[in-house]
């Protein structure tokens, strides 16, 4: 079974008010089970031969009260207590393996879960990125999935070990007295079902605990990444007070699940014991007739206690899988999520390197988030291969929307788009982006060494070509202050470094992937004037030989571009040469005006 089944068994829920009130969703767990099926047999085995060993342990006590405790049974008595402690060896045997087995098998399986999770994440598009948050994705990759390991692993174990010693028990009071048991099997459903009732309840509190966890979770996780500005904005009061509300609110979610879950426990509880003594009475008027032994009564009650334990257990361990129940819901949701953007079930091969012809054929979009509004409107243009094509115009113009669907972060909703005259919606989008290497605005650095963020562009290349293309975009003039070199870590998102350095770690990236699609956008944004006429020249080699598209609200920038495409509402209003441009005295001489004039006052 795939993941799409898993998703599949594990369905979506939106909110709290419309979780599934079974645990079917932890049946989608068996696929992650299934490989270690001699790990489960024996941790089924171990959980067997414990309950067994604990029901064998009234026997024993029956025949001792039964013999008495005279000179005459004392060869008699010293053997049952033998029995008794070899028992009690299998028993601790048995209970180690159980713990061992399935606590091992709990972080495999979730082990794997989390893999998949993550893999599926992955691949989804921009449009699921617009509106999820990262931080309640960690919660759901840390949090939840740990709900599901205490479900896989000890939860289930000890459910299963309680209702063997549960039926078990049961099967050996009937054994023992027939008459007594019948009393106990009547008031069984009375206690069981208020049990499975109130269990909804608590299913329920607990999803909306856990949803309100992940709440607080990412906005901690947005917090903590952004904590130099809140610092700078002199907000960490309001952080604070936002932080604590939102654990206010989890708290309080968690409390009304353990609220309802303690309540079920008690309830469990009374009523359990309440039947027992109930029992006991009618069984000590038995022994007073003379109709029942009291080695039977004591191997009645022991085992009449052995059922009521474990049936009381079952109701805190049932809340603790319904937990897990929950969470694996909320898992599920992910696994569910299907991209937009995706390979066709037979995707068009590209060449091993193409020749970088790109065009544009009516191409409208509009961003998931924003359907009303027209980020491009039947946009055609076309650049030839080896072609310097810069994209300018006014904050909202397209410009970034080009790129975002050249890399087919998202699909056009009309139009083409064409790469060597095949148009990328018949080819897989990872074969697309091979042949493309991206030097963002908002920069993206790993806390990892500084030869591993290059290397992130070609993971197989070599040291001497992460070198390589580091010292061709500067990299080499600061790496060589740095204590360990190129293996220095550079700290969360590169916070170590300066925002004109980790833009030159991306350039590196984009030097080192050696892509015949070159896009940059403001590639050169954060850099002082010297170390961005260092890094354009850097640039400039990059580019001979590569289809380079250029964005830039510096127009000094893109002087030098074959040719300039200008952008206005998602609309190319005018093309050329900046020299044309200028002498058309439209869009880009005003710019052009504003930006040169500025710059000469």
Same mark, same amino acid.
């Given at each position: 079974?795939?993941?799409?089944?898993?998703?599949?068994?594990?369905?979506?829920?939106?909110?709290?008010?419309?979780?599934?009130?079974?645990?079917?969703?932890?049946?989608?767990?068996?696929?992650?089970?299934?490989?270690?099926?001699?790990?489960?047999?024996?941790?089924?085995?171990?959980?067997?031969?414990?309950?067994?060993?604990?029901?064998?342990?009234?026997?024993?006590?029956?025949?001792?009260?039964?013999?008495?405790?005279?000179?005459?049974?004392?060869?008699?008595?010293?053997?049952?207590?033998?029995?008794?402690?070899?028992?009690?060896?299998?028993?601790?045997?048995?209970?180690?393996?159980?713990?061992?087995?399935?606590?091992?098998?709990?972080?495999?399986?979730?082990?794997?879960?989390?893999?998949?999770?993550?893999?599926?994440?992955?691949?989804?598009?921009?449009?699921?990125?617009?509106?999820?948050?990262?931080?309640?994705?960690?919660?759901?990759?840390?949090?939840?999935?740990?709900?599901?390991?205490?479900?896989?692993?000890?939860?289930?174990?000890?459910?299963?070990?309680?209702?063997?010693?549960?039926?078990?028990?049961?099967?050996?009071?009937?054994?023992?007295?027939?008459?007594?048991?019948?009393?106990?099997?009547?008031?069984?459903?009375?206690?069981?079902?208020? &049990?499975? !009732? @109130?269990?909804?309840?608590?299913?329920? /509190? $607990? %999803?909306? #605990?856990?949803?309100?966890?992940?709440?607080?979770? *990412?906005?901690?996780?947005?917090?903590?990444?952004?904590?130099?500005? &809140?610092? !700078? @904005?002199?907000?960490?009061?309001?952080? /604070? $007070? %936002?932080? #604590?509300?939102?654990?206010?609110?989890?708290?309080? *979610?968690?409390?009304?699940?353990?609220?309802?879950?303690?309540?079920?426990?008690?309830?469990?509880?009374?009523?359990?014991?309440?039947?027992?003594?109930?029992?006991?009475?009618?069984?000590?008027?038995?022994?007073?007739?003379?109709?029942?032994?009291?080695?039977?009564?004591?191997?009645?009650?022991?085992?009449?206690?052995?059922?009521?334990?474990?049936?009381?257990?079952?109701?805190?361990?049932?809340?603790?899988?319904?937990?897990?129940?929950?969470?694996?819901?909320?898992?599920?949701?992910?696994?569910?999520?299907?991209?937009?953007?995706?390979?066709?079930?037979?995707?068009?091969?590209?060449?091993?390197?193409?020749?970088?012809?790109?065009?544009?054929?009516?191409?409208?979009?509009?961003?998931?988030?924003?359907?009303?509004?027209?980020?491009?409107?039947?946009?055609?243009?076309?650049?030839?291969?080896?072609?310097?094509?810069?994209?300018?115009?006014?904050?909202?113009?397209?410009?970034?929307?080009?790129?975002?669907?050249?890399?087919?972060?998202?699909?056009?909703?009309?139009?083409?788009?064409?790469?060597?005259?095949?148009?990328?919606?018949?080819?897989?989008?990872?074969?697309?982006?091979?042949?493309?290497?991206?030097?963002?605005?908002?920069?993206?650095?790993?806390?990892?060494?500084?030869?591993?963020?290059?290397?992130?562009?070609?993971?197989?290349?070599?040291?001497?070509?992460?070198?390589?293309?580091?010292?061709?975009?500067?990299?080499?003039?600061?790496?060589?202050?740095?204590?360990?070199?190129?293996?220095?870590?550079?700290?969360?998102?590169?916070?170590?470094?300066?925002?004109?350095?980790?833009?030159?770690?991306?350039?590196?990236?984009?030097?080192?992937?050696?892509?015949?699609?070159?896009?940059?956008?403001?590639?050169?944004?954060?850099?002082?004037?010297?170390?961005?006429?260092?890094?354009?020249?850097?640039?400039?080699?990059?580019?001979?030989?590569?289809?380079?598209?250029?964005?830039?609200?510096?127009?000094?920038?893109?002087?030098?571009?074959?040719?300039?495409?200008?952008?206005?509402?998602?609309?190319?209003?005018?093309?050329?040469?900046?020299?044309?441009?200028?002498?058309?005295?439209?869009?880009?001489?005003?710019?052009?005006?504003?930006?040169?004039?500025?710059?000469?006052?």
């Amino acid at each position: 079974m795939t993941q799409a089944d898993l998703a599949t068994e594990l369905p979506a829920g939106a909110a709290p008010k419309k979780a599934r009130r079974d645990l079917t969703p932890l049946k989608g767990l068996w696929p992650y089970l299934s490989p270690y099926g001699g790990r489960v047999a024996a941790a089924l085995l171990a959980i067997l031969t414990a309950a067994l060993a604990t029901l064998a342990l009234p026997l024993a006590v029956r025949r001792m009260i039964d013999f008495g405790f005279d000179q005459g049974h004392r060869g008699i008595i010293d053997r049952y207590f033998l029995v008794m402690v070899g028992v009690v060896g299998v028993l601790a045997l048995a209970s180690a393996a159980r713990y061992y087995l399935v606590n091992t098998l709990g972080e495999r399986v979730v082990a794997d879960l989390r893999e998949k999770v993550f893999s599926r994440l992955v691949t989804l598009d921009g449009a699921f990125f617009d509106s999820a948050r990262s931080g309640e994705l960690t919660s759901r990759l840390t949090a939840d999935t740990t709900q599901i390991k205490a479900a896989v692993g000890a939860s289930a174990s000890t459910a299963l070990r309680n209702i063997v010693l549960c039926l078990g028990s049961i099967v050996m009071m009937v054994v023992t007295s027939p008459r007594l048991s019948g009393l106990v099997l009547i008031a069984i459903p009375v206690i069981v079902l208020p &049990l499975v !009732a @109130s269990g909804r309840k608590v299913r329920t /509190r $607990s %999803r909306t #605990a856990q949803d309100t966890l992940a709440d607080a979770s *990412a906005y901690a996780s947005e917090a903590i990444g952004a904590m130099r500005a &809140l610092q !700078a @904005s002199s907000a960490e009061g309001a952080a /604070r $007070s %936002r932080f #604590a509300d939102a654990v206010e609110r989890a708290f309080e *979610a968690a409390r009304d699940a353990m609220r309802a879950r303690a309540l079920l426990t008690a309830v469990a509880i009374f009523m359990v014991f309440a039947s027992i003594v109930g029992v006991l009475w009618v069984g000590a008027q038995s022994v007073l007739n003379g109709t029942m032994s009291g080695g039977q009564l004591s191997q009645f009650v022991l085992y009449a206690v052995l059922a009521a334990s474990s049936l009381g257990d079952l109701s805190q361990t049932w809340g603790e899988v319904a937990s897990a129940a929950g969470a694996a819901g909320r898992i599920g949701e992910l696994l569910k999520e299907e991209p937009q953007v995706k390979a066709p079930a037979r995707p068009v091969v590209l060449p091993a390197r193409v020749s970088g012809a790109i065009a544009f054929d009516q191409v409208s979009f509009s961003y998931p988030t924003r359907p009303e509004v027209a980020s491009l409107d039947k946009v055609s243009f076309a650049i030839r291969p080896g072609e310097r094509v810069a994209l300018v115009g006014p904050s909202g113009a397209g410009k970034s929307t080009v790129f975002q669907l050249l890399e087919r972060f998202y699909d056009p909703s009309g139009g083409r788009i064409l790469l060597d005259q095949t148009n990328i919606l018949d080819c897989d989008p990872v074969a697309v982006r091979h042949q493309i290497a991206l030097v963002p605005q908002e920069v993206a650095i790993f806390a990892d060494t500084v030869r591993a963020n290059i290397r992130l562009a070609r993971p197989e290349a070599t040291d001497a070509e992460v070198e390589a293309a580091g010292r061709a975009a500067l990299v080499d003039e600061f790496v060589a202050r740095l204590p360990q070199g190129w293996d220095s870590m550079v700290g969360e998102r590169g916070v170590t470094l300066s925002g004109g350095q980790r833009q030159r770690i991306v350039i590196a990236r984009a030097i080192l992937r050696a892509a015949p699609i070159l896009l940059l956008d403001e590639a050169t944004s954060a850099l002082d004037a010297e170390s961005e006429t260092l890094v354009q020249t850097a640039l400039e080699r990059s580019m001979e030989g590569r289809t380079t598209l250029v964005i830039a609200h510096r127009l000094a920038t893109v002087q030098s571009a074959d040719r300039i495409l200008v952008m206005e509402a998602g609309r190319i209003v005018d093309e050329g040469t900046h020299a044309e441009l200028v002498a058309k005295g439209g869009l880009y001489a005003r710019l052009a005006a504003l930006q040169f004039t500025g710059a000469a006052g």
